[in-house]
């Protein structure tokens, strides 16, 4: 698996990749999935910084975990990759489940309604009861991508997100591994040995 850099993406060459793909009636969804996140993100800024020390705005952060489950988990599934486009809609926009459902259909509204902490409380405790290897799949993107967004955050905001990722998501993780497809469990093993191979990464960082 690759490390995608940052911010090397548009709106062109992320459909790119997916022309060869997919049929129109697929693109044009997910082209829609991309403006939407695009747009109900349009003022929000995530916690880390690029290099220069800027707040990076949020929507890298949905695209980057779609890139994540096509460029290196090799899935071309349009529901999938717009439920990984969509997965924080419901948290931090109001872009609701029933406009969801309403454009896109149940699958993906299911996916984004499992993986959002809508609410908070109860979150890991009902993705591992009920979440399905297809929720489980978009979430370790996302969660992979957090991980490797980590570097240039604080170093106090780095320990809690490791100490989450260790105590609570492993579980998920470990769930996804074994509940997935025969035919997937390579790549579910691999995705979650990227996630450890993240995590390593920024503690040694904040030990040095």
Known sequence: MENLAENAENHETFLARLRPLLAPSDLIRIEFAYTLAKYYHRHQKRKDNDEAGVPIRYFEHPRETALILIDEVKCACPDKIIAALLHDCLEDTDLSLPMIEFIFGSKVARIV????????????????????????????CDHLHNLRSLENSPPEFQCKQIKESEEKYQLLFDKFVTCCPDNERGIARALCKEIMAARSVIKAGIST
Do not use: H, T
């Open 113 to 140: 309604a499992l993986i959002s902490k809508v609410p908070k409380e109860g979150y890991v405790d009902r993705l591992l009861a009920y979440g399905d290897w297809e929720a489980l799949l978009v979430k370790a």
